[in-house]
């Protein structure tokens, strides 16, 4: 074991117990990373702390974004979600999928959109929609990729417990059954709710 090893292994083992959780922990280990890229105890250590990380943040309940689109209610968890805007202005890009009707800005940032009436193939956000009329976006972040999806309308904020897997059965060339894998139901109305499916979206 090389010397930084062992001076670092000396510190970390002589760390206060109270403040060894996992994101200090993780800030620590990287910062140390930077400074010595060679040490070999710390890619396993690092290693080993992001996948406790990724077990506590899974662990942790989050809150459901509801939204309309046409008479239907979808679902997609906060836990993806940076936040929920009115739809400014459209800079249209040269070859965009056909569910993109191009960029906008967020919070200073230009992300693309994705049109979900156009993506699950029944139109697209401005069908039947007046000049001044309101459109909604809900912008996220899966896997390190930020898109605002274009919604109707945002119903709620709320906590689901009640779910059915693989709710689209084997439908082939139903669109929606490559965006959708559950159905939920809310605990107040009993209502259904569709969820989207995060690795489709995240695959686009």
């Not at 230009?110 to 909604?136: P, Q, R, S, W």
């Amino acid at each position: 074991m090389s010397d930084s090893s062992v001076l670092i292994k000396d510190f970390i083992a002589g760390l206060e117990p109270e403040t060894l959780n996992t994101e200090f922990m993780k800030e620590l280990v990287d910062g140390l990373k930077e400074k010595f890229p060679a040490c070999e105890i710390l890619t396993p250590l690092k290693e080993t702390i992001d996948i406790e990380l990724e077990q506590e943040n899974s662990a942790i309940e989050y809150p459901w974004i509801l939204f309309a689109l046409s008479d239907t209610a979808y679902s997609i968890n906060s836990k993806y979600v940076l936040s929920i805007e009115i739809l400014g202005e459209i800079t249209p890009i040269v070859d965009a999928q056909h569910y993109s009707p191009g960029i906008t800005s967020s919070r200073g940032e230009m992300i693309e959109l994705v049109d979900m009436h156009a993506l699950f193939g029944t139109g697209n956000y401005l069908d039947g929609k007046e000049d001044d009329a309101v459109c909604m976006m809900i912008v996220t972040e899966i896997e390190g990729v930020k898109r605002a999806i274009i919604v109707d309308e945002i119903l709620a904020v709320e906590y689901i417990t009640r779910f059915d897997e693989n709710i689209m059965g084997n439908r082939e060339a139903h669109v929606t059954s490559q965006y959708v894998n559950k159905v939920a139901r809310r605990d107040k109305s009993d209502e259904p709710i569709l969820i989207l499916n995060i690795d489709a979206l995240g695959g686009l």
